[in-house]
């Protein structure tokens, strides 16, 4: 009897440790959300100049939402970030703590972010700009004028001069120019008579020039992260609407609506220049006399010469 008092006790500790596991796996809190392969949570950001937000705190609430959808869908954790400085964005994206984000196209060219979906509204990837203006009624009322034009890079004149404007103006038609780090701090210059005009979606603000369909902000990837997880955000962002002033939802990203864009961003404004360039009607032009006058009965020509006599052909020499 004594020797079986070990073993029975040894049979007990293991019984209750089985107990225990059991119990501990029964009574286990529910698993968090997937996260990155090491554990980090994802962050989606919203660089977008061009996006018309009421403030700051509009902005982060969009990039909030944007990240609370991709959760859903894909199962990861995600948080959002609003920025509404280029350097701030860049410090973010420079230390990795920025995985994907919702950038201005032209920011996304020219820093060549990989494009994961195109913002789309109401079902388009594109949506002309107006030029807001504070007085005046036409292009040519702005000459010599200041606009309040958001910072974004070095091909900011371009954007304007070559695209918006189509080279129709020259790269000086317009005065010192007021930069911004927004869309709601270049209306805010106009309405304060601090700036004579500024380019915006249209939508936001009746203006009195209408561009060229501009391409809308694109879905990127700003860090490395697991192919896995890559390709689910990248499906999962094709679901979402996320409403807002400029973008409604999303599509596959299309390089060919970028084209126009690229090759503005990247040529030296130019200008008409030596082009020529169509006047307007309705010009006074000087007379030039006509060179034959025609009758009402056909001109009488000379009459024709008679025959003229022939002589016989000289006689062969040979």
Known sequence: MSRLRPMIARWLCV???????????????????????????????????????????????????LAAGLGRVTGLSFRGRGFSTQGEFANQVAAGQLHFALVDAQHQIERGYEALAQGTFNGRPTLPMVLVAGSGSSVADLAGKG???VKLGRGDEGFIV?????????PDFFGQARTVRDVQGALSLVKLGKADGAFVY?????????????????????????????????QAVLGLTVPSRVVRGFSAYRADIHKGLRGALRAKPRGPGNRPVLSRGGLDLPRIAAALVVGDTPPQLPPVAGELPTTDPPPDLY
């Open 162 to 170: 070559n695209f918006l404007l189509q080279n129709q103006v020259e």
């Open 202 to 234: 249209k939508g936001i603000a009746p203006g009195i020039f209408t561009s060229r369909p501009v391409p809308l902000p694109v879905f990127v990837r700003t860090a490395t992260v697991p192919a896995g997880v890559e390709q689910k955000v990248r």
């Open 147 to 149: 606009l309040a034009r």
């Open 15 to 65: 019984a209750w440790l089985c107990a225990a596991c059991a119990l501990g796996t029964l009574w286990a809190p529910p698993a968090a959300a997937q996260t990155a392969d090491d554990g980090q949570t994802l962050v989606v950001g919203v660089y977008a100049p061009h996006m018309y937000f009421a403030n700051s705190i509009a902005r982060s609430e969009y990039a909030e939402q």
